[in-house]
Each structure stands twice: as structure tokens, then as C-alpha cells.
């Protein structure tokens, strides 16, 4: 199965990603149940469009408002444990790498495969 181009077979899927909340400020956990590879798609291309991300700038990325009753709500930020494993599943399939200078880049083979994906995505459009 391929959803959004990237090998879902080769991202290992933990078992906890159909209770766990993506943040504090959510009630209840995703009904998607392919959630987890959008997630990771989604922070594979913000990647692959501004490098140097790292497990804080997406906490802020997918961050949210928390509501607080009578309170006035507050910006929350999400998990770092989803990002932190999505980062670690996709450096496992080389898709992303270290960078020295702090956070995440793509990869040369990383950046192809996006590319495949993007062509695809415009020859069907």
C-alpha cells in the first residue's frame, strides 16, 4: 500500500496509534485510522519544503488551542513523543537525516521520491 507516495510498508506503525490523543489539548484520538502515515507525509514534505526541523518546531506546527472552560483558551503544543517517532521512522527509511546544524533535512533519495509523487499527484489533477 502507498499513501501520499511514501512505502507505508517500510513505516513500522506502533501499537499504541489508536488510543493515544496527538496533544494535551485534544479529548479523544484521531478516527482516521491512517492518521499516523498522514502525519508522517505531512512532516516529511515540511521537511522537504524548509529544512532544519526538529521535534520542537513541529510540536509548535501541530500545536493547537486549549480550551479552558470559562478561561479564555491558550496555544498548546502538540506531542513530541509522535514526532519524535515519526522523525525516527522516517530516518529508518532514508528518506530524512540528521543535520548538522540542528533539526532534519532530506535526503537526496528522500527528495526523489517527493518528486515522484509530486509529478504523479499533477499528471492526475
Known sequence: MVLFGLAVNSIELPPW??????????????YDPDWYYIR???MARKI???GGLGVGAF???YGGSQRNGSRPPHFCK??????????QQL???????IDPKGGRIITSSGRRDLDQVA???????
Open 17 to 30: 496509534t489508536d488510543i493515544v490523543k496527538t496533544a494535551k489539548f485534544k479529548e479523544l484520538a484521531p
Open 78 to 87: 502538540s506531542s513530541g513523543s509522535i514526532a519524535r517517532h515519526i522523525l
Open 91 to 97: 530516518q529508518n527509511v532514508n528518506i530524512i537525516d
Open 40 to 42: 508522517a507525509a505531512s
Open 59 to 61: 510540536r509548535r506546527i
Open 119 to 125: 509529478g504523479r499527484i499533477a499528471v492526475a489533477l
Open 48 to 50: 522537504y519544503m524548509r
